[in-house]
């Protein structure tokens, strides 16, 4: 069974950092693009950052310049460095996988982690 176990989250002061890892456990082909999602209560999930395989990235306006996304395809892990924390950067935080199993290709999201920055 594929699971994405997330780790890193916590409370920190505004203007510190926080570095969050997801990895990809069970039986599998490939991980595809992998990403990192928040959702605040009452909110739609938003995209955070994502990460092709061969290392091309996207991010939110908001956190451009501030968080890094990165990955370690041996270690079927993903990054957020998370540096310059604002109180509104507070929420749960996701990590999703495209993964494929034999000729199966589906999204999978980890369990979620919480990110809370005191002013």
């Known amino acids: 069974q594929v699971q994405l176990v997330e780790s890193g989250g916590g409370l920190v002061q505004a203007g510190g950092p926080l570095r969050l890892s997801c990895a990809a456990s069970g039986s599998f082909t490939s991980i595809n693009t992998m990403g990192w999602y928040r959702q605040a209560p009452g909110s739609q999930r938003e995209l955070v950052a994502t990460?092709?395989?061969?290392?091309?990235?996207n991010y939110a306006d908001s956190v451009k310049g501030r968080f890094t996304i990165s990955r370690d395809i041996a270690k079927n892990t993903v990054y957020l460095q998370m540096n310059s924390l604002k109180p509104e950067d507070t929420t749960l935080y996701y990590c999703?996988?495209?993964?494929?199993?034999?000729?199966?290709?589906?999204?999978?999201w980890g369990q979620g982690t919480q990110v809370t920055v005191s002013s």
């Open positions: 999703k996988a495209f993964i494929t199993i034999g000729t199966l290709t589906r999204v999978y």
């Open positions: 990460i092709t395989t061969g290392g091309e990235t």
